[in-house]
């Protein structure tokens, strides 16, 4: 079927038919948590060391004019989550980004790209992004046992060996090697229209893999409020849908990825659409999570990023999503949100605010 459109549409329809007869409206007020995830690859089109210093200098020079202009009810700036390719590891990149994130602009995490790997080589690879990117203070760790953790975004979307052909992966197994290594969660998807696009969708979920079965991720539990699970890894979705506003050859609608890029402007229908698809965990309606992704190193993503569109999309958020009685809008990074979501999970009420470090906090 035309863009794998198959592999989740049974998921949209469900949602949207009981979206459609349960009338139910949004809690007064409902609390916003906002992120923007990076598939951070300064090496885009094999660049050398001198473009990809340019690459990242741009958003160490830029991202604090733009993320200046901008606040939450919090008072907090928004902070971009910088999802480092390991197999392409830098240090002059790093000490660059290493410098907007201690100013706290942002946060690094895990991405990595790998084919026909071995659980092995998956653990020597995520132990060495561990000690590469701590060496620069980044990363994070448990609160309790000072355990380095790191968030993860798995190249060309392949989490758990999910492509059909087995390429840029090779492990099955890679959930349970994930969280033995320190993954707190993984936030790749979604990945449509890619084949990779699992059929559980907008949502917040506990899965586990097997070492004989690819691509466990397809189902998993969810997220729930006073209940747990020894399940392998948390996979936190970002939105999913069709947007009818926004019609192939003005008929068919385009579906609605949560990608922010030159092809994918964010604009105000699209914040409309992140916000309307309501992920949660579970008994907990009054806090929602939109997280967005993009491949912001590549210079025709980057003038989107930090520039007009960018700060346009903020400001409306600003003014649509954080009034103090509807909304009220919070921007977190990647591992923030995590927080907050454990944080819903135990029970926690309150401000969202007060659990950006529930968990696990910044090295």
């Not at 969280?179 to 899965?207: H, R």
């Not at 604009?267 to 949660?280: E, G, P, S």
């Not at 907990?284 to 993503?301: L, R, S, Y």
């Amino acid at each position: 079927m035309t863009k794998n459109i198959h592999l989740w549409m049974g998921s949209y329809l469900k949602q949207e038919l009981r979206r459609l007869l349960s009338k139910e409206a949004f809690p007064k007020p409902t609390h916003v948590m906002f992120s923007v995830v990076d598939h951070f690859e300064p090496d885009w089109k094999g660049a050398d060391a001198a473009t990809q210093i340019s690459r990242v200098k741009r958003w160490v020079d830029d991202y604090p004019k733009l993320a200046n202009k901008h606040k939450d009810a919090d008072g907090q700036h928004p902070r971009h989550s910088f999802f480092y390719p390991a197999e392409v590891y830098r240090k002059e990149n790093l000490d660059l980004l290493a410098k907007l994130c201690k100013q706290g602009f942002g946060e690094l995490e895990v991405h990595l790209h790998h084919d026909n790997d071995t659980e092995e080589g998956l653990r020597e690879k995520l132990e060495k992004a561990k000690k590469d990117f701590s060496s620069h203070g980044l990363l994070s760790k448990r609160n309790l046992s000072g355990q380095i953790r790191f968030g993860f975004i798995h190249g060309n979307w392949a989490l758990n060996n999910s492509r059909p052909d087995r390429r840029w992966c090779g492990v099955n197994h890679e959930s349970h090697i994930l969280n033995d290594a320190g993954c707190y969660a993984d936030f790749t998807f979604p990945s449509a229209p890619s084949d990779t696009q699992p059929k559980k969708i907008n949502s917040i979920y506990y899965t586990s893999s097997q070492p004989s079965k690819p691509k466990t991720h397809n189902q998993g539990v969810d997220v729930e409020v006073g209940k747990f699970t020894n399940a392998d890894l948390m996979i936190i979705q970002g939105p999913l849908t069709l947007n009818w506003r926004n019609r192939k050859y003005g008929i068919f609608p385009r579906i609605e990825n949560a990608d922010v890029g030159s092809g994918n402007l964010p604009t105000a229908n699209r914040v409309d659409l992140w916000v309307k698809q309501r992920i949660a965990v579970r008994g907990k309606p009054d806090w929602i999570f939109i997280k967005v992704h993009t491949h912001g190193a590549p210079e025709h993503n980057a003038n989107v990023l930090l520039g007009e569109a960018m700060d346009q999309m903020y400001s409306y958020i600003e003014k649509k999503y954080n009034d103090g009685q509807n909304f009220i809008l919070h921007y977190v990074s990647a591992r923030e949100m995590y927080n907050v979501i454990k944080a819903a999970e135990a029970g926690e009420s309150g401000a969202p605010d007060q659990y950006r470090n529930y968990i696990i906090e910044s090295l």
